[in-house]
Every structure is written in C-alpha cells, then in structure tokens.
C-alpha cells in the first residue's frame, strides 16, 4: 500500500524558513517522479515543484521559484521542500504527491499546514 | 503555460442523475496527459481517471473521461450519495515534472 507522510509543518513568520519532510513507503520509491502540492483551505488545488526520479529535473511554480527548493533522497525514501522567505501567502495545506509512470499525480499524502503570520 | 478552466463552478444535482463536468485548456493538451481527481471535505483528493479515459485502479464505471485537444468531460453517471465532492481536473508534463490544476467543479446535492 502506497503511503506518503508528511512532516515539518508549523507557525512561522513572515520572512522566514521552514523545510517539509515526506516519507514515502509502499512503492520503488526511486522509480517515480514526485510533487508538492499545495491547498489554502476552503480554495482550490495549486501546484508548487516537481523532481524527477533522478533530481532532474526539477520545475517550481512561478510563486515559488527562488524561495523554495524541492529535492529527494533515493536511499531514504525521502522527499524535501525547502521553503525560503516565506510570506502570508504561502499559508497553506502542503501535499506530498506521488507520479504515476505516466506522469500523472496518483497517490497524495495527508498534508502538513503551513501558516506564515506574525 | 497552460491555463485550464472548468466549468460549472457548481452543479446541483440529485442522486440517480448524470454529471457533466467540462474542462477547457487553453491550447491543444495531448489526452494522454489530462486526468481528473476528487477530493471530499478533510480529506486528500483521489485520482479518477487518467490519459483522458482511463479509471484508476478501484474506480467505479460510472465515472468516465472523455475528449481531445483543448476540451475534456468526466461524466458521473447513477450519482451516489459519496459522489458529491469537488473535481479538478490536470495536466500534466513528466520533463520537466509540471503539473497544471484547473480551478475544480464542486458537485453537490440538490
């Protein structure tokens, strides 16, 4: 059973930092693609960052790009956001999503609530 | 970058009765890389239907994607009580690994 838990959520300030965990069970951890997804509560699904199997490559959401940084551990069954110079806006519910061989987003996590504010 | 826009934003619908819920992209997305998920109140969204068509793995035939180029369809046929839930539809790229959400359709009981 494919299992995807997620870690490292919090209160935390406004220009500061915090790095989300996600630990993958269940599956060839190093054969799939992997996501983070993210979800303001009560709003829709937006997607942040995306790694290949390998670690590259990699791609970021506009909103994203240059404060966060997604990265894996193959030996750990591991998946990493690294969020920089957070802001209000990225309050959210953050989802670790797992890929298909195609492509295509098939497992997801619980989510672990990030909530930036003074 | 591909803007995908779904429509209704709501639909009220009764059980036993069939939805119809579009998805349009804003340019021509190859079927194989359009899918559709449901996500209930609380919980994580499910994935339904992959490459436009395809169910996923415990997926009931009642639901059903089709369409190509910039226009796709999941239609819930028999709606069950369960069924009423908000529905995105994506598309996706493996290179680099992109993922594109439409806004979601929220289903709900009439």
């Known amino acids: 059973e494919v299992q995807l838990v997620e870690s490292g959520g919090g209160l935390v300030q406004p220009g500061r930092s915090l790095r989300l965990s996600c630990a993958a069970s269940g599956f060839t951890f190093d054969n799939f693609a992997m996501h983070w997804v993210r979800q303001v509560p009560g709003k829709g699904l937006e997607w942040v960052s995306g790694?290949?199997?390998?670690?590259?490559?990699?791609a970021y959401a506009d909103s994203v790009k240059g404060r966060f940084t997604i990265s894996r551990d193959n030996a750990k069954n591991s998946l990493y956001l690294q969020m920089n110079s957070l802001r209000a806006e990225d309050t959210a519910l953050y989802y670790c999503a797992k890929c298909s061989a195609y492509g295509n987003i098939d497992y997801w996590g619980q989510g672990t609530l990030v909530t930036v504010s003074s | 970058e591909i803007v995908l826009t779904q429509s209704p934003g709501t639909l009220s619908l009764s059980p036993g009765e069939t939805a119809t819920l579009s998805c349009r992209a804003s340019q021509s997305v190859s079927s194989t890389y359009l899918a559709w998920c449901q996500q209930k109140p609380g919980q994580a969204p499910r994935l339904l239907i992959y490459g436009a068509s395809r169910r996923a793995t415990g997926i009931p035939d009642r639901f059903s994607g089709s369409g190509s180029g910039t226009d796709f369809t999941l239609t819930i046929s028999r709606l069950e009580p369960e069924d009423f839930a908000v529905y995105y539809c994506?598309?996706?790229?493996?290179?680099?690994?992109?993922?594109?959400f439409g806004q979601g359709t929220r289903l709900e009981i009439k």
């Open positions: 790694i290949s199997w390998s670690s590259s490559p990699i």
């Open positions: 994506q598309q996706y790229g493996s290179s680099p690994p992109r993922v594109t």
